[in-house]
């Protein structure tokens, strides 16, 4: 009996990942073709269509219907942009090969078997390369595998692995930052305590780039099914990536620069907005702060010891027995009195929102956002009808389906009992959906969402849930509030969710391993469109101690989103926790981030113009230098900061490796030539920091708080470089509205070159209309010899 129950666990997590996609029927040859305005349509003789539509020069999408023609419906809740302009692009055919050529991309397409090429146009260097057809499942040889088989085919496509070839991006996933060699599955799951290869977990970002000698790709398999993406792991001779359903549907970008591809990457699938500039300020939380009086007692606890803080967060227990939109009488009797008070002291508050509405109320009470959901037909139903009921904290529960306008627009109008209660952010948990019944799914497979009349079923819409629920929350707050960005932060996602949240990576441990993590996952999460991100500082399960709290701000006090936060049951983690010892040091690094914040918010606000992240692996910036392929011990802050903290116990020295150019240590200003590893000390009050021969980076005055005083003065710090000069950048804007969407704010340039007599500063053009008012600028040269 024990005997067979073990043969059958290996059977069913074998299966986990056993797509042999070789088995999978090819696509026919193609038979006939169409030139449209944006490409070519292809026929193929399996009755099968592909679509390759030109929408920008470095960028081309691909979409393949198997067996039948490309159905009319084409949407994507990711897809931020569909009005492209065609670039001028030719057309050639031979009895072989169909060719579409951009400035940039040249595309080949040969006729049978069908196979997809994409090279450099100006050096015909070949970039991707299709394996094998697109491949699909007509006889349902995969449908064992398959999660739900109502799903439709699954679908894939194979490129050929180059020997030399390095995987990045595909968002949030507990993996190191090069993806070689690794499989991956989508699916957003609630993954507790996950450790280095757990998958899925949270977030679905079903995007990746490819690097091989210098040169980058992207590829969006735009498919919100249960997908899977294979880097050379099955099968030394593949790349591929496939879903349970859905479209082969997938958008090829061409850098070569690795940030030229997320900059199209984020036309695409939408930019990050700008955050408010608090939201970049200090944060605390744990599962739970209450009553009202001990959330007092912690921003107190801060101003007391001098420890800046911005925002202080309540977890479930605010609420009247987990009902959202409500707060618990006897914890929080006056919610606006506590933000009032708290505004006072600098400290604004961000509640969490959970997507579980309690079902049904007790006995004889009314519960709006129950009441009122029924009421309009906004819950999620099951085929036959039946209301979907979940359990999660408040016990049963429903689930809106924010596939539908009117109810994301409904969700949204809630927040205003948070909003009329000064609350400043709203923060999304348990959206994967969690659902302590089952949390793969598999309860919730016949749910049907509205999906814009289409009617889908939880395979397609499991992954889109979070982005759908963030981005009512988003509009929601943009509604109520409209001189104020929206601050949302979210735990599950899918690709196009920068558009409406920041992220932080879900229920970590508090242990080094876990640590280790946040370097690549904020790295890669970067590369995946996602530039707001941060982990629980200290970890959020288990017991951690002074000297991990130390190492772990750190990582975070130059990450995005920087908050420490604990589980309930969780021994106390805030800063003080360990001692004046670990206090000390903690404090350094938060006044640190708060007098780089002039830095910090001109590289967000490149984040958001460009596409480009803020927190960045060193490949992100050295691509054409293979020692950064597989870095993910240290990091960078755009283009001028080098990090690279230690991740392990009573370690205080470690290995840095400095590209070439010239770096000068941040603490000693010692300078160093790059191209090499050095060895360095790192005491437990020492993150190894390295400044960029040639940056400027600008620090401003100390401060408890965002907004507690202008930035003024600012003192650039000059790196030269080895010619002597250097450049930086200022962003300003006023930190709270959407005004500098329409052009409110001031870009300023300044250059900095070594003369006879000292440095000449020039301030160089400004950019924007909003008006800083007088501020001092101050100048200081690196000096090598201190
Ligand atoms: O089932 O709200 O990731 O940050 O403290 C656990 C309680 C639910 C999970 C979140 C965590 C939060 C916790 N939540």
Not at 114 to 143: C, K, V, W
Not at 155 to 176: N, T
Not at 405 to 413: E, H, K
Request: with cysteine; charged share 25%.
């Amino acid at each position: 009996m024990k005997h067979f129950l073990v043969l059958i666990l290996f059977l069913s997590s074998a299966t986990v990942f056993a797509q042999d996609i070789t088995t999978l029927d090819k696509i026919g040859p193609v038979v006939s073709l169409q030139r449209t305005d944006k490409g070519v349509t292809l026929n193929c003789q399996d009755k099968s269509q592909v679509q390759i539509s030109i929408l920008a020069a470095d960028l081309v999408r691909v979409r393949a219907s198997f067996t039948k023609p490309i159905p009319a419906r084409d949407h994507s809740w990711a897809i931020a942009k569909d009005d492209w302009t065609t670039p001028r692009w030719n057309f050639s055919e031979t009895s072989d090969l169909i060719t579409i050529t951009t400035g940039e991309l040249e595309v080949t397409i040969r006729r049978s078997p069908l196979l997809i090429e994409f090279r450099d146009a100006q050096t015909h260097q070949l970039i991707n390369a299709d394996e094998r057809p697109m491949s699909y499942d007509a006889s349902g040889r995969l449908a064992n595998m398959m999660f739900d088989p109502s799903a439709g085919m699954f679908v894939a496509a194979s490129k050929k692995l180059g020997f030399d070839e390095h995987f990045y991006g595909l968002g949030e996933k507990a993996a190191r930052l090069d993806k070689r060699r690794s499989s991956f599955v989508n699916w957003n799951s609630d993954t507790p305590g996950y450790t280095e290869g757990k998958d899925p977990i949270y977030q679905t970002i079903p995007f990746y780039i490819g690097l091989q000698r210098g040169a980058a790709y992207g590829i969006f398999f735009d498919n919100s099914y249960r997908s899977y993406f294979d880097f050379g792991k099955s099968s030394q001779q593949r790349a591929w990536f496939g879903a349970e359903g859905g479209e082969l549907n997938y958008y090829f970008f061409y850098g070569p620069s690795i940030k030229k591809i997320l900059g199209r990457y984020a036309d695409l699938t939408g930019h990050m907005p700008l955050p408010p500039l608090w939201g970049l300020g200090n944060q605390q939380s744990r599962w739970s702060y209450y009553p009202d009086t001990m959330v007092a007692e912690v921003v107190n606890e801060y101003r007391k010891r001098d420890l800046p803080l911005d925002v202080v967060h309540l977890d479930i227990d605010y609420m009247n027995g987990y009902r959202v939109f409500t707060f618990n009488k006897e914890r929080f009797p006056d919610p606006k009195g506590l933000t009032e008070k708290l505004g006072r002291q600098g400290v604004k508050v961000v509640t969490i929102v959970d997507p579980g509405i309690k079902y049904p109320p007790d006995k004889n009470e009314r519960y709006h956002a129950f009441d009122e959901g029924v009421e309009k037909n906004f819950f999620q139903h099951r085929r036959n009808g039946d209301l979907f009921v979940p359990r999660v904290w408040p016990g049963e529960s429903v689930f809106v389906d924010y596939t539908i306008t009117d109810a994301r627009r409904w969700w949204g109008d809630l927040h205003r009992v948070y909003t009329d209660n000064g609350i400043a952010g709203i923060w999304n948990d348990m959206n994967e959906p969690s659902d302590f019944v089952d949390q793969t799914g598999k309860n919730q497979l016949d749910v049907v969402s509205y999906d814009e009349g289409e009617k889908t079923t939880h395979a397609k819409n499991r992954n889109t849930f979070a982005l759908l629920m963030s981005r009512a929350t988003y509009e929601g707050l943009e509604r109520l509030r409209p001189d104020r960005r929206p601050y949302v932060i979210t735990r599950a996602a899918y690709a196009g969710i920068q558009r409406y949240a920041t992220m932080w990576t879900g229920d970590t441990n508090s242990t080094w391993e876990a640590l280790a993590l946040n370097i690549p996952m904020f790295t890669s999460l970067g590369l995946s469109g996602e530039p707001f991100v941060g982990s629980d500082v200290g970890g959020f399960i288990g017991r951690g101690n002074g000297e991990l709290l130390v190492r772990s701000y750190q990582v975070s006090f130059l990450a995005p989103f920087c908050r420490n936060h604990k589980v309930i049951d969780g021994y106390d983690q805030e800063p003080w926790r360990f001692g004046k010892y670990y206090e000390d040091i903690i404090r350094k690094y938060l006044k640190l981030r708060y007098a780089l914040l002039p830095f910090l918010y001109t590289q967000l606000e490149e984040a958001h113009r460009s596409g480009v992240p803020l927190f960045r692996p060193l490949v992100l910036n050295y691509q054409d230098d293979p020692s950064t392929y597989n870095l993910d011990d240290q990091f960078m802050i755009g283009n001028d900061l080098l990090v690279a903290p230690i991740l392990k116990p009573d370690v205080t020295k470690r290995l840095v490796y400095l590209p070439s150019g010239t770096w000068y240590d941040y603490w000693t200003n010692k300078k160093y030539t790059g191209g090499t590893m050095i060895n360095v000390d790192a005491p437990l009050d020492v993150v190894p920091m390295f400044v960029r021969g040639g940056a400027m980076i600008p620090v401003g005055p100390s401060l408890n708080y965002v907004g507690e005083k202008p930035f003024d003065p600012i003192t650039f710090k000059i790196y030269p470089d080895n010619t002597g000069s250097a450049i930086g950048t200022l962003y300003e804007d006023d930190g709270l509205s959407p005004a500098y969407k329409n052009g409110a704010f001031r870009r300023t340039t300044f250059t900095a070159r070594r003369g006879p007599r000292g440095f000449v500063v020039s301030v160089g053009k400004q950019e924007g209309s909003f008006d800083p008012g007088p501020r001092k600028f101050y100048f200081v040269a690196a000096d090598e010899r201190k």
